[in-house]
């Protein structure tokens, strides 16, 4: 169980909000962080459609106001994969995201297939970097900079 749920910033990364728990959790250990986040040591977060969310609403701190809906829709990859899959298939990938079948997540967005090549790191423009350290005195992941193919800042048109 999550004592406390760092308010996501516009477009962070669930990914992101998670770590950032982690760092202010004072837990020393990851897996001390996975039992909060999901009730077991023995999951491990992942960047762009992260599976298990139903684990995470079951863990989050008493009185929270988040719905599985709100953090798919503006804290996940989700909606840009979605719009390029047939509807059902998309409802496939979210039901795979809201459960634990986080394996088939990729095979059904048929992104192995594609020319699109994934990230082998994460990505970050320099002046968001600087706006928000001014602006909050942290930094976090935008979700944005992550999609497959997109290299340059949209707002900053930063590589
Ligand atoms: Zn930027």
């Keep these: 169980m999550m ?12 990914y992101s909000v998670l770590g ?4 202010r959790s004072g837990n020393v250990s ?4 996975q039992k909060d986040i999901y009730g077991t040591d023995s999951i491990t977060a992942i960047m762009d459609l992260p599976s298990h969310i139903y684990r995470i609403m079951e ?18 990859l989700y909606p840009f994969y979605a719009a390029f899959l047939p509807s059902e ?13 986080g394996g ?5 967005i048929g992104l192995m297939a594609s020319s699109v090549k994934f990230n ?3 990505k970050f423009c320099p002046q968001c970097v600087e706006g928000e350290m001014y602006n909050h005195g942290e930094l976090y992941w935008h979700r944005v900079h992550q999609i497959p193919g997109v290299l340059v800042c949209p707002e900053h048109n930063t590589i």
Excluded: Q
């Design 3 to 14: 004592t406390f749920f760092p308010v996501p910033y516009k477009d962070e990364l669930l």
């Design 20 to 23: 950032r728990y982690h760092v």
């Design 30 to 33: 990851i897996k001390a962080t």
């Design 59 to 76: 863990n989050l701190p008493v009185g929270h106001n988040y719905s599985l809906e709100y953090l798919i829709t503006n804290h996940t």
């Design 89 to 101: 298939h998309a409802a496939k990938v979210k039901e795979s995201m809201i459960g634990s079948d």
């Design 104 to 108: 088939s997540i990729y095979n059904r």
């Design 120 to 122: 082998h790191y994460f």
